[in-house]
């Protein structure tokens, strides 16, 4: 591990010593991970590092390694860390988020230490939810959008979404022809349309 990662885990958290708990998950086309880290010194036992690393070369399993999902990717982390820097304070208990405890940008690096939802009583996966559960998700969903209703969406995406035609024209271009292609600008449309 960087000692400067370290440093930043243990001056974020005041932890004695900290420990590498595995890998949770690679980012997509090899631009970083997110690690959990085990702490010593501390109630809090466990943290998230999202580390964003720009690779030399991007491997996108589908071939999408273009400059245009190269500055996608950029796009989409700079809206992920102004999200935490000027957004995130707004969720409640209504709508509860991981806290962050630091973010920091470096040569061409992102670091994002955040609490381990796991560690923190919310540690079950659902495969298949029930309709109290589902309702429980749709009501998180409504407050967390309401936290933001009606605001200017500095330093965002736009549209809300990583995930919209904009972003997207190559793989719209590779699309075999059929209805879903036909339709996809008029679907991007009427969402760019709706009110919310």
Sequence with gaps: MDSHVRDIILRSTG????????????????????????????????????????????????????????????????????????????????????????????DGEVLMVLEDLDSSGYPARRNHVSQTEMENCLSWLAHFHATSMGEKPEGLWKIGTYWHLDTRPDELAAMEAGELKQAAEILDQALNEAPY
Aim: proline share 4%.
């Design 15 to 106: 932890a004695d010593d900290l420990f590498p708990g595995g890998t949770i998950q690679s980012l997509w086309s090899g631009y970083g991970s997110i690690d959990r880290y085990g702490l010593i010194g501390l109630e809090m036992n466990t943290v998230i590092v999202k580390h964003v690393r720009l690779p030399d070369q991007s491997r996108h399993p589908r071939g999408w390694n273009t400059d245009r999902s190269h500055q996608r990717k950029l796009h989409s982390y700079q809206a992920e860390t102004a999200w935490y820097e000027q957004w995130a304070a707004r969720c409640d208990d209504h709508c509860r988020i991981p806290h962050c405890l630091a973010l920091e940008h470096r």
